[in-house]
């Protein structure tokens, strides 16, 4: 075998591996360094680097340099078009005499001399430059072939795909990141316009001001205790927000009536939660079940609700939680015609309550977010701030939630009050 | 793949010269332990650093790359680079190459 032949097995073993490099998802700035090692290897060459050219900046940046010493430049401008046009002609290797000509060259040319720099390759990837390779001198201090330029345009070409491929990536990256951030800009848009409903409904009654926001904010609650992720706790607080949609056609006076409405007057207010439903459905929503919400949000378990009279599984679950938020609030504040329930009460009529018209795992869900605010095991003080201070430290209160919670579902409060560590024993 | 040293380093003692042991496959990995090993060398003020080929079956383009990369440091540094105990393939590959222009072989 002979010394060409010998190079060529070479040569082919160093192309075969830069090609496994180059598929292989490899941190991109060890594939190109591992890249110039395997072309300086192919050929026996002392030095050089590979850069990555910015079309933005229009700027060629080193990602790897070999032997090149700490003062060569790590970023070369191309500061004119015709110098760009004539290095995208095509993947070519430049003698560094012929090259002398370009502006970029001019500029650095006393970096090139003194690295001993001959050739320069640019990188071109379907007719646009996306790099280019600098080497110096080969260690037999012979001049390069033409066989050893087709070798290095062959590995050039595998290397400006890698360049090429890792630029496409980063745009990809980048207008993924735009997209997110404009899906972010929407759904705030959609939660404010959501707030600004909420807060246009709770306009037309004095005396329930901050109801939608309040059981936007229990629904929240709840959804967080039953343990569900993010976007559907998100969608469940915009069901709470605008379960009342409907009142914007209920007349004010009915709704603000100092006194309890009679049947007329509440036939028409009973219309609301289908009047929502018209309102909502057409609108597409990021989360599904808002106009379910507030449709049924007045059903009950045992049938007894409004408007269809639905039994327990014909009830939409989120309409479930928005009735337990409503009614919570509905008694946790002044009415017109009666003061709010004591918090003691309150708790009594959910218990009395759960099965009939209230989901038992609704229920447990909210009462165990009230008894770990009261325990300080959840400090955010979500309760505090919507029922004020002196109502959630209600004497007896946090007893009376465990002992509800007992009874409700044995296993759930054991489970809790055990790992919270309060008490001794759990409370059967 | 072992790399040895023949001596020990120590803060006081300046060795002037030193051996590197390369392993039967010179590749990124073990080229990059190698080079690692000769900088250590010569940063330390080594002179003279003896590569023992003896072991060595292949070496790759990586491999390659790197040699030149220990040779160009250790010029930069004054040192001498000694190949020793090359099988006729590596000669071959490394005279190919150009490395042994800028090396004493042994």
Redesign the interface.
């Known amino acids: 075998m002979n010394?060409t032949d010998?190079?060529l097995i070479?040569a082919f073993?160093?192309l075969a591996?830069l090609g496994h490099e180059i598929t292989n998802k490899n941190n991109f700035q060890e594939t190109i360094r591992?890249s110039?090692?395997?072309?300086?290897?192919?050929?026996?060459?002392?030095?050089g680097a590979v850069a990555r050219y910015s079309r933005f900046a229009h700027e060629l940046n080193m990602l790897a340099v070999?032997?090149l010493g700490d003062e060569f430049p790590l970023t070369l401008g191309l500061t004119t078009e015709d110098e760009r046009q004539f290095l995208a002609i095509g993947l070519n290797p430049i003698e560094v005499s012929q090259a002398r000509v370009l502006p970029f060259f001019q500029v650095y040319d006393v970096s090139f001399e003194n690295k001993r720099l001959e050739l320069l390759i640019p990188l071109v990837v379907r007719e646009e430059i996306v790099g280019a390779i600098f080497l110096g001198e080969?260690?037999?201090?012979?001049p390069y072939t033409s066989y050893d330029k087709d070798i290095i345009c062959a590995m050039g070409q595998h290397i400006g795909v890698a360049i090429a491929q890792r630029n496409l990536m980063a745009e990809i990256e980048r207008r993924s990141e735009e997209n997110r951030q404009l899906f972010d800009e929407m759904r705030s848009t959609y939660h404010d316009t959501v707030k600004a409903f909420a807060a246009a409904i709770d306009c037309k009654d004095k005396y329930t001001e901050g109801h939608s926001v309040r059981v936007g904010r229990f629904t929240e609650i709840i959804a967080t205790e039953l343990g569900w992720g993010p976007d559907e706790t998100e969608g469940a607080s915009v069901a709470g927000y605008l379960h009342d949609v409907g009142k914007l056609t209920v007349e004010r006076k009915i709704i603000n009536a100092p006194y309890r409405i009679n049947a007329k007057e509440s036939a028409e207010l009973n219309k609301h939660p289908a009047v929502g439903y018209e309102i909502l459905q057409p609108i597409h929503h990021p989360y599904t079940d808002v106009p379910l919400a507030a449709k049924y949000h007045h059903e009950r378990l045992d049938g007894r609700g409004y408007p269809d009279g639905l039994y327990d599984r014909e009830i939409p679950f989120i309409a479930k939680i928005v009735n337990l938020a409503d009614s919570f609030d509905a008694m946790t504040t002044d009415r017109p015609y009666k003061s709010r329930r004591p918090a003691i009460d309150v708790v009594e009529d959910l218990h009395r309550n759960s099965g009939r018209q209230f989901a038992p795992e609704i229920v447990t869900a909210f009462l165990s977010g009230i008894f770990k605010e009261l325990s300080g095991d959840d400090r955010n003080k979500r309760f505090r701030r919507l029922l004020g201070r002196d109502y959630m430290e209600t004497e007896g209160l946090a007893d009376k939630i465990k002992f509800t919670l007992n009874e409700l579902a044995p296993t759930t409060p054991m489970t809790y009050v055990a790992a919270a560590g309060i008490g001794d024993q759990p409370i059967l | 793949m072992n790399i040895t040293s023949e001596t020990a380093v120590s803060p006081r003692v300046v060795e002037q010269t030193s051996t590197i042991f390369a392993g039967s496959y010179i590749n990124k990995l073990s080229g990059e332990q190698i080079e690692h090993e000769c900088r250590r060398k010569l940063d330390s003020g080594c002179k003279e650093l003896t590569l023992d080929f003896s072991q060595t079956e292949i070496v790759n383009s990586i491999g390659i790359s790197i040699l030149l990369g220990v040779i160009d440091v250790a010029e930069k540094n004054g040192a001498k680079v000694v190949f020793s105990e090359m099988n006729e393939d590596t000669v071959e590959l490394f005279d190919m190459l150009g490395l042994t222009k800028h090396v004493t072989i042994q």
């Open positions: 010394e010998n190079k070479h073993g160093a591996e591992t110039l090692h395997l072309l300086s290897g192919a050929l026996g060459i002392r030095r070999r032997a080969k260690a037999t201090g012979e």
